[in-house]
């Protein structure tokens, strides 16, 4: 049995990142891997000791760019030892690292122990920030979609080290009818008339989500129907004070962190909307169609992957209410499209996301790159071909700027 060692670096609450390797661990079949964790997040080592597994919490140094290179390489080489004592003591056989934070450290343990390194990207980082971070130098880079690994397939170095496993959700029952009686008294509970489109949307309140976006597809909708459309903001963030000013007079409601999202989903929206200005593949969206909802979301990221426009959703251009209010009213306007669309989504969900297939995929990597026996001179080699593949870009890129320039 594999002891697969995961490496978490976050902060604050249980989010999308910390969500899939939860959904990781607990799908595992019993005996099929031991899983322990080292954090510095107390929120998710709580999480994996209510499991029943071990987990360490500890402060994480700040990776390069963040400090001096001085002070990153030495905090490094600090962490780099702790590891190198869990690996000694606790017989692992893999180390994952769950965003890319901590690549460097880990790279640099698993190096000195003979452990093969994956790093687990959840989010877009360019290239010169996942060299920075170390994430090029692991045995394997997991991207959670195509458009993440695109950085890492372009370089020829990494390319063939780079594999794309998807996220899963759990489908449960579909969306209930608009005549069932438990849905009528869910929408009654957050003040939604029977005859009310109840457009949702989820996820941390920042500026990158583009909730601004929404409130503004909002006040041209209920400019042209008065009444007829409800924004839901379902998260909390740094931007909801500013939102909510720009959301007063319109029919917005806040409703917060909940832990009830699905059954939000289930039992109170008619579409859902996803107007970020980046995404990596956004669960919350696979969760929506999991529910039966159509969606709408911008063409950025991982976003055409969950989405297929025109056939289970409408993809829409980045900061356009415009084009987002069209979306919606169109969806609202034509129920035996918005029926369809919201089918289609939940049976993709059903053959090519779930739970099963991403634990599946992790489990097939783990035993491939367990088995490969890798000696530290090979991952040498590899980190000689990642720094001179890193200089001639940049090397490359300067003398493409000076020629810019017109100089020589």
């Known amino acids: 049995m594999l002891h697969v060692l995961i490496v ?11 969500r899939v390797v939860l959904d990781l661990v607990g799908g595992f079949p019993p005996g099929a891997a031991r899983f322990s964790l080292l954090t510095c997040q107390e929120a998710l080592a709580a999480a994996f000791r209510v499991r029943g597994l071990e ?11 963040e400090a001096s290179v001085a002070a990153a390489l030495s905090g490094a080489v600090r962490q780099a030892a702790l590891l190198v004592r869990m690996l000694r003591r606790g017989g692992v056989d893999l180390v994952h690292v769950n965003n890319g934070g901590a690549s460097l450290w880990a790279a640099l343990a698993g190096w000195w122990c003979g452990v093969p390194v994956i790093a687990h990207l959840h989010s877009s980082l360019s290239a010169r920030t996942r060299f920075r971070l170390g994430i090029d130098l692991a045995d394997r880079i997991v991207t959670v979609s195509r458009s993440v690994a695109a950085v890492s397939t372009a370089l020829p170095e990494v390319a063939p080290r780079v594999r794309v496993i998807h996220n899963g959700v759990i489908a449960g029952p579909a969306r209930l009818g608009a005549d069932d009686p438990a849905r009528a008294a869910a929408r009654a509970g957050l003040g939604l008339g029977a ?38 903001v379902i998260g909390d963030g740094p931007e909801r004070a ?12 806040f409703l917060g962190w909940r832990d009830d999202v699905p059954a939000l989903l289930r039992e109170v929206a008619d579409l859902y909307v996803l107007p970020s200005e980046t995404e990596a593949f956004n669960l919350t969206l696979l969760e929506a169609a999991a529910a039966g909802l159509p969606r709408v979301a911008t063409a950025v990221g991982g976003n055409g992957e969950s989405v297929r426009d025109g056939e289970d959703g409408f993809l829409v251009p980045v900061g356009d209410p415009a ?13 035996g499209l918005a029926a369809a669309f ?9 053959e090519a996301f779930t739970p099963e297939r991403f634990v599946d995929a992790f489990r097939a990597l783990y035993v491939e790159v367990a088995a490969e026996r890798r000696g530290r001179a090979g991952r040498i080699a590899t980190a000689v071909r990642v720094v001179v593949g890193h200089l001639r870009r940049r090397r490359a890129a300067r003398a493409a700027a000076r020629l810019q320039l017109g100089q020589p």
């Open 8 to 18: 978490h670096d976050g902060e604050g609450g249980l989010r999308g990142a910390e």
């Open 55 to 65: 987990a360490t919490c500890a402060p994480f140094p700040a990776p390069p760019g």
């Open 195 to 232: 005859g009310q489109v109840a457009v949702a949307t989820v996820g941390l309140l920042n500026a990158a989500k583009r909730i601004d976006v929404a409130i503004a597809a909002q006040g041209q909708l209920q400019a042209a129907s008065p009444g007829r459309f409800v924004l839901l």
């Open 242 to 253: 500013a939102l909510e000013r720009q959301a007063a007079g319109l029919d917005v409601l």
């Open 323 to 335: 084009a987002l209010a069209v979306a919606i009213a169109r969806l609202a306007d034509e129920p």
């Open 342 to 350: 919201g089918e289609a989504g939940r049976r993709r969900v059903l």
